[in-house]
């Protein structure tokens, strides 16, 4: 069955630095989304990426979906601690049954 | 704006038991979904409907049942309960068609002893 896979599966980091996960299909997807779960909550959407080597930004994050399709990624420039989270890249099938990614764990500190 | 709520948000039953986790959402959204939360695992899809008395099987049904009789409500039965079925559980909507967000419930930490 289709694999939707991230790394890295955890990530440490200073705030101020940046961070990057990347998101990596078994198979050729048509739209990718993106969604962050903070500690002990529930994912909230973020984006959407439709087109071949699309490229959105949100303030400090940066979504890319690769030329192929395959794969995508989120940059997050300067972290904050607010950032912590789990971002899980996912792929929405028909009726819009998302198959999630394995997920990347991101912890700042301050 | 209550969007879509989960009921209980925990709950520890026994083994072989069953339980019933309750979903309402308040968007008249046509398609809802149950998504189980595992360590290692991800999150996975249980079942999903796309409307009202339309309901199919996700990657992990085995041990769930779930109905539909109305568009806002959608329950989730542990027939059976199994340590194995220890998990969070995410109910979700969304609006018809393609290109739609996902909205999540705050979850049902459901552990079987």
């Known amino acids: 069955g289709q694999q939707v896979m991230q790394i890295p599966q955890y990530q440490h980091v200073q705030e101020g630095e940046d961070f990057t996960t990347y998101c990596n299909s078994s198979?050729?997807?048509?739209?990718i989304q993106w969604y962050k779960q903070r500690p002990g909550g529930h994912p909230v959407f973020l984006i959407q990426?439709?087109?071949?080597?699309e490229v959105k930004k949100q303030k400090r994050l940066t979504f890319q979906f690769g030329e192929a399709k395959k794969n995508s990624s989120l940059h997050i420039t300067a972290t904050q601690t607010t950032d912590v989270g789990t971002y899980f890249c996912?792929?929405?099938?028909?009726?819009?049954?998302?198959?999630f990614g394995t997920g990347t764990r991101l912890l700042v500190s301050p | 704006d209550a969007g879509i709520t989960q009921s209980p948000r925990y709950k520890i039953t026994e083994t072989g038991r069953q339980v019933t986790l309750m979903c309402h959402q308040t968007?008249?959204?046509?398609?809802m979904f149950w998504y189980r939360q595992d360590l290692g695992h991800g999150l996975r899809l249980i079942y999903y409907?796309?409307?009202?008395?339309?309901?199919d099987k996700g990657e992990v049904p085995d041990g769930y049942v779930v109905s539909r009789s109305k568009t806002e409500n959608f329950p989730l039965t542990l027939e059976s309960a199994t340590r194995s079925q220890t998990s969070v559980y995410f109910c979700?909507?969304?609006?018809?068609?393609?290109?739609?967000?996902?909205?999540f419930g705050q979850g049902t930490r459901l552990t079987v002893v």
């Open positions: 979700a909507s969304s609006r018809q068609g393609s290109n739609t967000e996902a909205f």
């Open positions: 198979t050729t997807l048509s739209n």
């Open positions: 996912a792929d929405p099938t028909g009726f819009q049954k998302l198959v």
């Open positions: 968007w008249s959204h046509s398609y």
């Open positions: 990426l439709v087109k071949s080597g």
């Open positions: 409907s796309a409307a009202a008395d339309i309901t």
